[in-house]
């Protein structure tokens, strides 16, 4: 029977026998990317505000601080149309008395009657009919006290602006590697939250911040989480600290918004590295590329939301005196980059 199968098997020409198996496997795979795209799709029209609005609270607030910051970045332009965003401050009236209704008070409110504020001020000349809209603006900032420091434009000075930036920074980005062997030395709690502070910095779509940086320092959850990775195999059992970055879908609106959490979440997590390299700590990003079946094992381990998507795992630690990385080769830049690369007509 074997040696049948054997015959009928050095039968096919190798071309076909690669058709016959992508013909077996490939309904298979299909199905399974299927299933983990409808697992992602799901959990997106579930948390994202793409078919309802204002259902939690973190919904309602992420709208008004992309309403604020629509209001606030108008006014930063170096001339503000006249008149621009009226529709938009009356939306973000509507929903500030919304959210105190349901949920009371939060610095995202502060923020964006701040916001409100500076608007009126800009609008005052405008000659457009404002007078409800001011009356409404006017009652917030009654109500509501205002740290007037936390909204509206910041003007810079050149010198100053590059007296902080230009610095020679090659130096540094050069020696960022991934470290795969670190000391044996715990990592203190007060480094992580210090480089989250610089990783704050980071720039997310309409300033919504919806990203969490969730952290482990002690032995016993560092392995637990590590252990639902799979791409620690071989150094895991001695990385001291692990970061798991998480960004809330609630936080998104449109179906052209449900892919932003991995790019927010991807641009914090790489701040985040550089701030831990600026301390003299090493990392190792380590990918979150799973099943919906690993996703769901992680869950049942660390407390994070359900809304909650899981961008990625960084592996955290003090460095050997020596220690050794992969050279990781790069590409040549011209490869990185295109110029005016535009199709013709
Ligand atoms: C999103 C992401 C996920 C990664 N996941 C892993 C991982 O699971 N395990 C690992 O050892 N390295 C992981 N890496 C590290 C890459 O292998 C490494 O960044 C790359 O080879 C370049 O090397 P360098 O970081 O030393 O410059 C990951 C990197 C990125 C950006």
Redesign the pocket.
């Known amino acids: 029977m074997n040696s049948s199968i054997q015959i009928v098997k050095a039968a096919i020409p190798a071309g076909w026998k690669r058709n016959l198996r992508a013909l077996f496997f490939s309904p298979m795979r299909t199905l399974d990317l299927v299933t983990n795209y409808l697992y992602d799709m799901k959990r997106y029209l579930k948390y994202s505000s793409t078919l309802q609005f204002f259902d939690s609270e973190t919904q309602l607030r992420s709208w008004i601080d992309a309403d604020a910051h629509k209001l606030e970045k108008g006014l930063a332009l170096a001339a503000p149309r006249p008149g621009f965003g009226k529709g938009v401050a009356e939306r973000l009236v509507r929903e500030i008395d919304l959210y105190r209704a349901n949920h009371g008070m939060s610095l995202s409110l502060e923020t964006a009657v701040s916001v409100l504020d500076s608007y009126m001020t800009f609008t005052c000349g405008c000659d457009i009919e404002y007078a409800p809209l001011f009356s409404d603006i006017n009652r917030l900032t009654r109500e509501i006290e205002l740290d007037k420091q936390r909204a509206g434009c910041d003007t810079i000075v050149k010198s100053e602006w590059l007296n902080s930036a230009q610095q020679d920074l090659s130096g540094f980005f050069r020696s960022?590697?991934?470290?795969?062997d670190f000391a044996n030395q715990q990592v203190d709690p007060q480094s992580l939250l210090k480089a989250v502070e610089m990783a704050m910095y980071t720039p997310t779509v309409c300033n919504r911040q919806a990203i969490k940086a969730h952290a482990f320092t002690r032995p016993e959850s560092v392995a637990k989480v590590l252990q639902c990775?799979?791409?620690?195999?071989g150094?895991g059992d001695k990385v001291p600290a692990a970061i798991v970055i998480t960004v809330d879908r609630q936080s998104f609106f449109t179906s052209g918004e449900r892919n932003q959490c991995w790019i927010d979440g991807?641009l914090f997590?790489?701040s985040l590295i550089y701030a831990l390299h600026s301390l003299g700590l090493g990392t190792?990003?380590?990918?979150?590329?799973v099943t919906k079946d690993q996703d769901q094992s992680l869950r049942s381990i660390i407390e994070v939301e359900e809304s909650d998507a899981v961008i990625?795992?960084i592996?955290v630690g003090h460095l050997k005196d020596t220690f050794k990385?992969?050279?990781?080769a790069?590409k040549p830049v011209e490869e990185f980059i295109s110029f005016e690369n535009i199709k013709k007509p």
């Not at 990385?325 to 990781?328: E, N, P, Y």
């Open positions: 960022r590697r991934s470290v795969r990775q799979s791409g620690n195999g150094f991807g997590s790489m190792c990003c380590l990918n979150w590329s990625m795992m592996a990385v992969a050279k990781s790069r």
